[in-house]
């Protein structure tokens, strides 16, 4: 036989309510690097985010800083 204190109700509802504050979160975050990655256009404009010198982003005969 176990009664349920009135505390652990509303602790029940304060963690509802956390954890659907944390997965909206999460999904916005989410929705935000989707749609930025999808504006971006070509793989050639989502590779140039990692920051690392990719010889074969560089056009033939050209140099990375121009």
Do not use: C, Y
């Not at 509802?16 to 979160?25: E, I, M, P, Q, T």
């Not at 999460?26 to 985010?49: D, H, N, P, W, Y």
């Amino acid at each position: 036989m176990r009664v349920e204190h009135e505390l652990h109700h509303r602790r029940r509802g304060r963690n509802w309510g956390v954890g659907l504050l944390l997965v909206a979160f999460v999904a916005l975050i989410f929705g935000l690097t989707v749609v930025k990655t999808l504006s971006l256009g070509s793989i050639v404009e989502l590779e140039k985010f990692d920051h690392v010198a990719r010889p074969q982003l560089v056009p033939q005969g050209g140099e990375a800083g121009q």
